[in-house]
């Protein structure tokens, strides 16, 4: 009886350390268009120091937080690159570092970039230190949502384009058209 006990007791403890352990390769991303702005709320494995290192070596010598702050968001800069619909490369504003609901291996952060119109996004974070990383991406844009992943051997994605209209494709064909209502005429006054 005691052996069953310790055997469904472990598996018991097992099985809770497999729902709330983090996967070091993965990172998700909530990402939501504002009027201005866009806003992601981010959730790291503990993994993202590594990478910090990995970016900024110096880091290992650093006792000053302010250096850990200012290396994350050259970090975030230099990997998360969000672009408008005109190719324009938006400004990040700031990060904010959150609660870890939960799980203790993990590492929160809002990050907020100027910007609308999103139509690019490119995130390679983590990547320099996996090449196993995976992304996920949770986007809220228009009332809609869209999951998408960025590996190493993909680390952007573009989204749906809006269909712009083209006054080139009227203007072009409108002296064509004048031309040939024009003959149309000539065409009839002769049969009369």
Known sequence: MKLTFNIIFALLIANLCTVYSHSPNEAFFKIEEKKKTVIIHAEFPWTLRNALIAFE?????????????????????????????????????????????????QNN???????SNLQKIENSLLFNISNKQLNHHLLRINEKETFIKTSNSKSYFKLFKKAKFNTWLWVIPLPLIGLALSQIKKLRKQRQ
Do not use: C, Q, W
């Not at 302010?66 to 005109?86: G, H, Q, V």
């Not at 952060?109 to 910007?115: C, Q």
């Open 57 to 105: 070596p110096d880091l290992l010598k650093s006792t000053n937080s302010n250096d850990s702050k200012r290396a994350f968001k050259e970090y975030l800069k230099a990997n998360l690159i969000l672009t408008d619909e005109n190719d324009n490369k938006m400004k990040f504003i700031s990060f904010e570092k959150k609660e870890n609901y939960g799980r203790g291996h």
């Open 109 to 115: 952060y809002t990050i907020e970039y100027k910007g």
